[in-house]
């Protein structure tokens, strides 16, 4: 029995299978849906039909106790949520109550920065808190592209660009940013850096009803190949194809 199943267009929501590992011994699918990569760049109609293409076909295939959308885009687009169905919110509320001044920093793709999602996310918490976005895409694309593993200087270069004008609290609003938290905190330790893996992880477990042996079985929908990338992760299960759903 397959206790999570996470999905996403890329590597991102590797950071929500690695937060969910450290506090559970659950069973874990996680599907790469690159071969529709990237989600953020799609309509909102067609990234919607997409991830509950992929919710449903998760479930009948899988039967997970829980499936998680591991992106922040299509949660904030797309009603995903349910009793059996958690994504990934920017950690808001989390962070508001961090601040000393009411203002916290939205690290988050482009799309997200480019448009009103964040702040009608915050209106429906009934948040006052004030919102400061920055678009962090590239770091994002440091990311996937595995270029943070290799170019050590780039991607330290482009951390202190991105934050140069952030300060007190900061969320990482894409799960891209998680595996960079390490770097940023080095580099500017004044910020205090919200994740939200680690929220989404917990409410996961909750949802479990099956705890399993830690395995983690991995698919990818084509479009190209993320074995290499995995393989400079620390992550050794094989790959295996499956297409579209």
Avoid at 24 to 53: E, F, M, W
Wanted: aromatic share 6%; net charge negative.
């Amino acid at each position: 029995m397959v206790s999570a199943g996470v999905f996403d267009s890329g590597l991102g929501s590797l950071s929500i299978v690695n937060a969910i590992r450290q506090i559970s011994k659950c069973d874990i699918i996680y599907y790469a849906d690159t071969r529709n990569h990237p989600y953020g760049t799609k309509s909102p109609q067609s990234l919607c039909n997409i991830v509950y293409r992929t919710i449903r076909g998760m479930r009948e295939s899988f039967a997970p106790d829980v499936v998680v959308v591991g992106s922040n885009t299509p949660t904030l687009l797309c009603d995903v949520e349910d009793d059996n169905t958690v994504g990934v919110w920017p950690p808001i509320l989390q962070a508001s109550r961090l601040s000393q001044d009411n203002t916290i920093t939205v690290l988050a793709t482009s799309v997200v920065v480019q448009h009103d999602y964040i702040e009608r996310y915050a209106e429906s918490l009934n948040s006052t808190v004030r919102i400061r976005k920055v678009d962090a895409g590239s770091l994002v694309r440091l990311v996937e592209s595995g270029a943070f593993l290799n170019d050590y200087n780039t991607t330290q270069d482009t951390i202190k660009e991105i934050l140069e004008d952030v300060w007190g609290v900061c969320t990482l609003s894409s799960t891209h940013l998680s595996f960079l938290q390490d770097m940023m905190e080095k580099t500017r330790p004044d910020i205090t850096f919200v994740n939200p893996a680690n929220i989404v992880a917990r409410r996961v477990v909750d949802k479990i009803d099956s705890i399993g042996r830690g395995s983690l079985t991995i698919y990818t929908s084509g479009g190209h190949d993320i074995t290499p990338h995995l393989r400079q992760l620390g992550i050794t299960e094989d790959v295996t194809l499956l297409k579209p759903f």
